[in-house]
């Protein structure tokens, strides 16, 4: 079974430092729901990995996050695709969860839902946060410039040589998307 996870924020949507709070400021990047359609027909069984911390903090509902979430799957669906499931982390940083990223909790939801080792299983994130999480679990780290992307690229350091030397970085989720599927051909 081919598993590609996805981070949702930065990836998936448009990101905002101000949190994404209600269906309305969810609006898809460019390319980004086709990617992950193509990546369905192709045969991948499609996982969404998010931590939402706005929940925690009082800022958007559970009703308001299962409404964006319907509205990602259905875009998915309407290009012909699927999303196989949605993990996200309520929690804020304070909490000191096991499954708000950098911390593998979610990831580990994603291998008992799937039944199957994550080994070299894509995880597509913009952030470090999300590479760190996926390396955990021996994913495969793969950013994506989107979002925070730019940012956690210059930002990377010497001391993330472990992931440095396996990192594949593209522009968006639509490359990353095209460049997996050449890969399987």
Excluded at 71 to 89: S, T, Y
Excluded at 116 to 127: A, C, F, Q, R
Excluded at 132 to 149: D, F, M, N, Q, Y
Excluded at 180 to 185: A, M, R, S, T, Y
Aim: negative net charge; charged residues 25%.
């Amino acid at each position: 079974m081919k598993i590609v996870i996805l981070d949702r924020d930065g990836v998936i949507n448009l990101d905002s430092d101000d949190f994404i709070k209600n269906v309305h400021e969810w609006i898809p990047i460019d390319g980004s729901i086709q990617a992950i359609a193509k990546l369905f027909q192709a045969g991948y069984r499609i996982y969404v990995a998010t931590n939402q911390s706005g929940l925690g903090r009082g800022l958007f509902s559970l009703d308001d996050l299962e409404a964006m979430h319907n509205k990602m799957r259905n875009l998915v669906r309407e290009a012909g695709g699927d999303i196989a499931a949605i993990f996200f982390c309520p929690h804020t940083p304070d909490d000191n969860c096991a499954c708000r990223k950098p911390l593998p909790g979610l990831l580990e939801q994603v291998r008992q839902h799937a039944g199957v080792e994550l080994l070299d299983t894509p995880m597509i994130g913009d952030s470090l946060r999300d590479l760190e999480a996926g390396l955990a679990v021996g994913c495969r780290p793969v950013l994506v410039k989107t979002g925070k992307g730019i940012k956690t690229l210059q930002t990377i350091t010497e001391s993330a040589l472990q992931i440095l030397a396996q990192l594949q970085v593209y522009d968006s989720l639509a490359q990353a998307a095209d460049a997996l599927l050449e890969d399987n051909k």
